[in-house]
Every structure is written in C-alpha cells, then in structure tokens.
C-alpha cells in the first residue's frame, strides 16, 4: 500500500508526514489517496474477514488490513500493537464519553420503504446515530488519530504528540473533542462568538480548548493561520486537509457493503447527503475498492443530496460535464451544452434537462471501462485548477431545517463527483418541504434517532421514486446520522476559554 497524488502523478510512502501532495498549489490543493495491493486484501478475503465479522470485533479491527496505519504498523512489525492500540482508543472513548467504537447496525425498513413507494425488501439503511458522539464524523478522526499514533510508535516512545485544530461548527468539533480527549491530545477547536453555551460547555469538559474567534469569516482566517503558524494538524473530516480522514470514515461503508455480500443483496442504489463532502468521498471510495476486489459485482449508483439554498457541488457536477463535452470525451445534447455555458444554475439545468441528464450518465458509466483514460485526462485537469471548478457559493446562505448540509464549498467535491460519474449517478436538490417531509418519515416509520441533516439522502431518494430513476426491485442504501442537538449539564470549563480577534492574537494561545 502506498499515498499518490491522482494529479501529479507522485507516489508517497505510508511513513510521510506530508497530509496532502506537496506540490499542491494556489489552484488547488492535491489530495493524496491510498493505492492498495490487490493481494494484500484478497488474502483476507472472504475467510479471515468473515470470520473476525462473526466474532464481533470492531471494524477498525475486522478491515484492519484495508488501513494504512496498520499496514505501517506492520511493515515495521508493530501489527499486534496497532490493534491493541485501537482497541485501547476505543475503551479510552468509552470512559470519556459513555461509548467507545460500535459496528452500527444496518436496518432493513421495510415500513418507510412502503411509506415512500418501495417494495418491502428494498430500503436499507446504516444507523450511524449509534457511533461514537453519534455521528460517522468520529469514524473519520479515528483514522487520523490511528495514523498520527503509528508514526509516533515508529519513531519511538519519546515522539512528541502533536498540537490539533478544528473548526467548530456542530459535531465535527464534539467527535474531535472526544477523539483528542480520548487519546490524550491537545485540540484547539476555532468558534464564532456566537456559538451556545452548550457546545462550549461539552468541547470544554471533553479537554478541548477553545478559541472564540469572531464571526464565521474571521474564524476560518485565523484557524488557517493558526496551523500555518505553529504547524497544527488539521483535525477534520475532509481528505483534502488530511488523507487519513478518509479511511477512517471507510469502515462505515465496508460493514455495510460487507453486510449486503454477506446476506447476498448488494445495493443498486446509494444517496448519501453532502456538506462538505468527506463522508460521501469515503463511503464511495470503499465503493470503489469493493469493486477492485470484486467483493460487489458492480458499483451502486452514486447520488448526492444537497438543498435549494446551497448546492455548490451539484454546480461543480455540471462544470466538470461541461468539461468533459467540450473535450468530446462525451457528447451532450446541444439543449444541455448550451445551458451549460456561461453562468448556468445546476437547479434550472436539472429541472429542465433530467431525462437527457439522466442518459448521459448512464451512458458514461456504461463507457467508462473503454473511455476511462479520457476521462481520468479531464478529471487530472480539473484537479490541477480544482478551485475553479469547485468554487465557494455564490449567494447568501439561507437558514434550513438541514443545517449539516449547508457547507459552502465541497471539499473532497472532485473525488465525489469521479464517485457519481463512474456509477452513474446524479447530484440531487431538494427543497425545505422535501427536507422536513422525509426528517418526519424518518421518525414515524422508523426508531432511528436522527435529526434533519442526517435523513437528508430520504429527501433525495423521494426524489429519485418520483422522477422514475429507481427501477422496481432495486436496492436501495441510505446513510442516517447525527443526534441533533447535544446536551451538558456540566459549567464551562473558564481556563479552557481564548479570544483572538485578529493574527496577532494567536501569539497567545499555546502552541
């Protein structure tokens, strides 16, 4: 197994410290991605898999081969210590928090299935509510805290453990407290002035410290200059800021997958919402390498789901197709290629063009084995100048009842977009109703404790029965997470509290 950069074409060694492609640049960051050996992960397929899934154990552990911390870990002979040490993590969470890792169980919901026009038998869904902070997001830093401890293993027991920082907008911030409590690293977690006092509270007491750092603007300028200025790591959710982000989060997708093959029902049909993109970039990179090693016979149908008043990666989708017309490594109808020049909106596009879109990317999908080497000639492109295709939104972000799913900027967006053009799937966009009618299926028809964001992908699968893009008898998967609100009866923890206002002020905190 080994880091490369799909850009540049550069290989890295698992032992890098480098969290993307050095050679990114102001167009652009180059995300590094894992390339895995076949023969590694078939020589634990389906045997040695199986029987650690019948056991019990935790996933980090059952796919503990498909992680490059632990094939570190064991090329430098250190594989029993990487799973005692995630074991570990996980019993360290558990004392902090009240629960450690969990295989969150996969629900086959068979009265919504009914309630939105779905055979019985068809509707599955991953319960991720049941996580660590109830949310998959705790899944994405494990992987990097899994990451960061092998190095600090391999380079001896005095390796110094190294600062993090994380935005805090909800529950990326409560997961990274938890994680970074639970293994004993110093975080400092950026807010607005205005964050609650509940939030403050929870992040204090879990051992975080933090900074209160203005409105949102001036929180995202001093967090980046934080990490440029004292070298932190960015303790995200997103692969464009840390690679390792992605393959924790991974192993929600393997259970899942692994389930369907267990059970002999692998899903045609997957919608997953989308804020910043990280969890669809790692649910459909497991896709992709299910497929590698034919554990799947074929990719599900990759579709996102974004709303109404704010769907920047759908507008990426249409600049990359737009891309790949003018390219002739696809042919557009000439309705579809004239929309698409020159300030187009992807809502009006989808609206007035689903069924053309519709074929186009099945037809993609279909050529991709025969075309891909054009494709991937596009998509290198597209990676070398990403910020013009994956650009901030344009317009003022409204409220909505789907708070989660509001990011401004896809940040693994270009790895998710591959995701939907290879298996032939769509961005979606669903209004406020849709958002709040599927949030209100969700709890009438099953027992899942999610909140609006995390049942956004019912919203687009609706969308989806009610257009006629899922075909009678297809499998359908679904993604709930998060818990709404969280709670702490705790004070706050006052020492643990900074302010900085502008870049000079970080010279107070303690780096």
Not at 18 to 31: A, F, I, N, Q, R
Not at 288 to 301: G, N, S, T, V, Y
Request: negative net charge; aromatic residues 8%; hydrophobic residues 40%.
């Amino acid at each position: 197994m080994r880091l490369y950069c799909p850009v540049c074409g550069e290989a890295y060694p698992l032992e890098t410290e480098e969290l993307c492609c050095p050679e990114s640049t102001d167009k652009g960051v180059h995300p590094l991605i894992k390339q895995e050996e076949g023969e590694e992960l078939e020589r634990v397929f389906p045997a040695i898999l199986t029987k650690r899934w019948n056991d019990g154990k935790i996933s980090f552990s059952v796919f503990r081969e498909f992680m490059a911390s632990y094939q570190l870990a064991n090329a430098h002979g250190k594989a029993s210590w990487w799973v005692d040490r995630v074991i570990a993590l996980s019993n360290a969470c558990e004392r902090l928090t009240g629960r450690g890792f969990v295989r969150t169980p996969e629900v086959q919901a068979d009265e919504l299935a009914q309630a939105v026009d779905l055979p019985a038998g068809s509707l599955f869904i991953k319960n991720e509510t049941l996580q660590l902070t109830g949310s998959h997001k705790s899944r994405h830093l494990a992987g990097v805290i899994m990451h960061l401890e092998t190095l600090r293993e391999i380079e001896g027991e005095a390796a110094e453990k190294k600062t993090l920082a994380t935005i805090g907008f909800g529950s990326t911030a409560i997961a990274a407290a938890a994680l970074a409590g639970a293994a004993g690293y110093k975080l400092y977690v950026f807010l607005p002035d205005s964050a609650d006092s509940q939030t403050v509270a929870l992040l204090t007491n879990l051992g975080a410290t933090v900074v209160k750092a203005g409105d949102k603007e001036s929180v995202h300028t001093l967090y980046s200059a934080a990490l440029k200025k004292f070298g932190w790591i960015p303790f995200t959710t997103c692969g464009r800021d840390i690679w390792s982000a992605v393959e924790g989060a991974e192993t929600l997708e393997y259970e899942f997958l692994f389930n369907q093959y267990l059970s002999d029902a692998p899903l045609d049909v997957q919608v997953v919402q989308v804020g910043c993109g990280g969890m669809a970039n790692a649910v459909s990179s497991a896709n992709a390498l299910f497929k590698r090693l034919d554990i799947i016979r074929k990719l599900p149908r990759f579709y996102t789901c974004q709303t109404t008043g704010c769907y920047p990666l759908a507008q990426s989708y249409f600049s990359v197709l737009r891309e790949m017309g003018r390219d002739g490594v696809i042919t557009l109808s000439p309705e579809l290629a004239m929309q698409l020049e020159g300030d187009f909106d992807a809502q009006t596009v989808l609206e007035n063009n689903l069924g053309q879109i519709k074929m186009t990317a099945g037809l993609i999908a279909e050529m991709y084995p025969k075309i891909k080497d054009d494709i991937e000639t596009v998509l290198k492109r597209v990676g070398e100048n990403r910020n013009d295709f994956f650009k901030p939104w344009a317009n003022e972000i409204p409220n909505s009842i789907a708070t989660g799913i509001l990011d401004d900027t896809t940040y693994d967006g270009l790895e998710v977009v591959r995701a939907m053009l290879i298996s032939g799937g769509l961005p979606l966009i669903v209004d406020e109703d849709s958002l709040q009618k599927a949030f209100e299926l969700a709890k009438a028809h099953t027992a899942i404790d999610t909140y609006a964001s995390g049942s956004a992908g019912l919203a687009g699968l609706r969308f989806l029965i009610k257009n006629k893009l899922v075909q009678q008898g297809e499998r359908c998967g679904l993604l709930f997470t998060g818990v709404g609100e969280h709670k702490c009866d705790l004070p706050i923890v006052a020492e643990r509290v900074r302010t900085a206002s502008t870049v000079d002020d970080l010279s107070k905190l303690n780096g």
